[in-house]
């Protein structure tokens, strides 16, 4: 876990990083993917060899069977992150992008992704934004959540090429997405759901007991606690939201 370095070197050490997981993978077979900041891998400092880092992650990966996730930050991030995942995803079928409910324009965004085949996680966003950008109150940005998973499992029903990933660990909006697919007829294990490692471990368990994929990500390194820290001051519902999950744990 890290993000916006300031010195090319440090972006090539994250990428030489983020191979050797890779390398651990494949020793140990483990069912394991990358999920990787764009700021983490130098995007504030040069585009193109940002596009790099992640296509030789990329090529390494698949190579073991193995998904490389582009995560999403903050709203400035969302054009660069976008062309990111579009340039390597015309190389790369293994490659993942994060999309955002809480920002006014993920419907469009989510939109011209699709006739990609893309495979897309989807959360409700951690950062602090202006409401120009993003929707303040949590009705609306959960209602925009259920809107786009509805819109995500319909193509992949339509296109199996199309992956869906419902990052929440919110009851309701994991019994939302369920209900959606029941609808829409879609077997429990043609779409996934990602929660962090030790939040909602309940619940996880239930949904994988009863069929559902579930994956577990696990935040990591140097730089995990002061990230952490700052989801947390930037959005105060993020500390409510962690204090109500260490006791549903």
């Not at 930050?73 to 062309?83: A, M, N």
């Not at 992008?97 to 469009?108: E, F, I, N, W």
């Not at 199996?160 to 009851?171: C, E, K, L, S, V």
Request: hydrophobic share 40%.
């Amino acid at each position: 876990m890290g993000e916006n370095v300031t010195r090319p070197e440090v972006a090539e050490v994250v990428a030489r990083h983020y191979a050797g997981v890779l390398d651990q993978a494949r020793a140990r077979s483990s069912d394991t993917y990358l999920s990787v900041k764009p700021t983490q891998l130098g995007i504030d400092l040069d585009l193109g060899h940002t596009v790099e880092r992640y296509r030789t992650l990329a090529a390494q990966a698949a190579e073991i069977g193995k998904l490389v996730a582009i995560d999403m930050e903050d709203s400035s991030y969302v054009d660069r992150t976008l062309e990111i995942y579009r340039r390597l995803q015309e190389e790369h079928s293994n490659v993942a992008v994060c999309l955002q409910s809480y920002l006014h324009r993920t419907a469009d965004d989510l939109e011209s992704l699709l006739p990609l085949n893309p495979k897309i996680r989807l959360v409700k966003g951690a950062y602090k934004e202006h409401p120009s950008v993003a929707y303040a109150r949590k009705r609306d940005v959960d209602d925009s959540f259920l809107r786009l998973a509805k819109r995500m499992l319909d193509a992949v029903g339509k296109n199996r090429g199309t992956q869906a990933y419902f990052g929440t660990h919110d009851p309701r909006m994991v019994e939302g997405v369920i209900q959606l697919s029941e609808t829409l007829g879609l077997d429990r294990s043609s779409f996934e759901f990602q929660m962090l490692y030790g939040i909602q471990r309940n619940l996880q368990t239930r949904l994988a007991d009863t069929g559902y994929r579930i994956r577990v990500l696990i935040s990591y390194g140097d730089a995990w606690f002061p990230w952490f820290m700052r989801r947390l001051a930037e959005r105060p519902a993020n500390v409510f939201f962690v204090l109500k999950n260490l006791f549903a744990a």
